[in-house]
Nanobody
Framework: QVLLVESGGGLVQAGGSLRLACTVS????????MAWFRQAPGKEREFVTA???????QYADPVKGRFFLSRDDANNRVDLQMNALKPEDTAVYYC?????????????????WGQGTQVTVSS
């Protein structure tokens, strides 16, 4: 059984930073793309960022230059550094593991999900 657990969410003022972590158990993340999605109240789940098996990452336009994704295959985790946070970044953030090694931006392409962690950015 593959289990993803997110941590690091919280309340921060606009302009601040948070670092989210996603720890995976049950199977190595090596050879799989990993991603973060987010879902704000009343909105659909949206792609934030993903990283492929070689460490190459892709970012949604709203977070480019502010968010940075990294992976640590030895410890089976991915970290999302979020800087210059804005109120519109407020959402539940979900970590996900793809069924392939290439980046996908659609939620349906991800097989395993964490329970989510709340990020709230105050103005």
């Amino acid at each position: 059984q593959v289990l993803l657990v997110e941590s690091g969410g919280g309340l921060v003022q606009a302009g601040g930073s948070l670092r989210l972590a996603c720890t995976v158990s049950g199977r190595s993340i090596t050879n799989y793309a990993m991603a973060w999605f987010r879902q704000a109240p009343g909105k659909e789940r949206e792609f934030v960022t993903a990283i492929n098996w070689r460490g190459e990452s892709q970012y949604a336009d709203p977070v480019k230059g502010r968010f940075f994704l990294s992976r640590d295959d030895a410890n089976n985790r991915v970290d999302l550094q979020m800087n210059a946070l804005k109120p519109e970044d407020t959402a539940v953030y979900y970590c996900a593991r793809a069924g392939t090694f290439v980046i996908r931006t659609v939620p349906n392409d991800y097989l395993y999900w964490g329970q989510g962690t709340q990020v709230t950015v105050s103005s």
